[in-house]
């Protein structure tokens, strides 16, 4: 079992900016995705942004060139930079890490064990 654990929500106002963090109990090195998703009461639960372990990042149209993903592998940490936050914006957040099957690479694991931390709130005030 991976433990994942999110950190840096709170309440800010509309325009300005949170950064997430995102540690694991296994090196995100060894992760095949890591993502950031948000729910808000009500919901279904939605990808915000994406990093794979080839490089590739996705967004959702909704905060492309305003939220970016990062991960530091020296710090074992993932993160999402968000920028002129708007109302819409607030919900939990949530991490994702998805690891291979023991003993496989991304490339070649037939299954991608994906485990979720409990989330941080992000609140923007008008």
């Known amino acids: 079992q991976v433990q994942v654990m999110e950190s840096g929500g709170g309440t800010v106002q509309a325009g300005g900016s949170l950064r997430l963090s995102c540690t694991a109990s296994?090196?995100?090195?060894?992760?095949?995705?890591m993502g950031w998703h948000r729910q808000v009461p009500g919901k279904e639960r939605e990808l915000v942004s994406s990093l794979s372990s080839d490089g590739a990042t996705r967004y959702a149209d909704s905060v492309k060139g305003r939220f970016t993903i990062s991960q530091d592998n020296a710090k074992n940490t993932l993160y999402l930079q968000m920028n002129s936050l708007k109302t819409e914006d607030a919900a939990v957040y949530y991490c994702?890490?998805?690891?291979?099957?023991?003993?496989?690479?991304?490339?070649?694991?037939?299954?991608?064990?994906?485990?979720w931390g409990q989330g941080t709130q992000v609140t923007v005030s008008s």
């Open positions: 296994r090196h995100i090195l060894t992760s095949c995705t």
């Open positions: 994702e890490a998805g690891y291979p099957s023991a003993g496989d690479t991304c490339r070649v694991t037939s299954v991608i064990y994906k485990y």
